[in-house]
């Protein structure tokens, strides 16, 4: 995998799902991707491209892929609001805040659903 190639099949899959969402590399990400909601962004940590395997990478992309798609379907400010809620649900549950948050389980889920077509589609040749 090449940045170029990231970049460009990120962008594709966020197309296919209906997205506008802007793709681009950060260096000083702590996280493999996020999703900026108030940006429409998906940056990726630049030490992916070394460090996961090609299916890891669509598994990343999709999982802020369905972020943007909430986004979209809510709106920006009710999406941020019900995830910051979602996460105190969790802390007064004592549950973890990420891990056991619902927007972070539907991304996994998503990821999971469809990583092996776009393995089959956009796969690195």
Wanted: aromatic letters at 14%; proline letters at 1%.
């Amino acid at each position: 995998m090449n940045e170029d190639w990231c970049i460009k099949t990120a962008t594709s899959i966020a197309e296919s799902f209906d997205l506008t969402t802007e793709v681009k590399f950060k260096h000083d990400l702590i996280d493999q991707g996020i999703y900026s909601v108030d940006e429409n962004t998906i940056y990726l940590n630049d030490n992916i491209i070394n460090t996961v395997s090609e299916i890891e990478f669509f598994k990343i992309v999709l999982h802020e892929i369905n972020h943007a798609m909430y986004c979209r379907d809510m709106g920006a400010d009710a999406f941020k609001n019900d995830y910051e809620l979602e996460m105190e649900r969790c802390i007064i549950a004592d549950l973890e805040p990420y891990f056991d948050n619902y927007y972070e389980r539907k991304a996994e889920e998503f990821a999971e659903e469809h990583y092996e077509n776009c393995h089959n589609v956009w796969s690195y040749k």
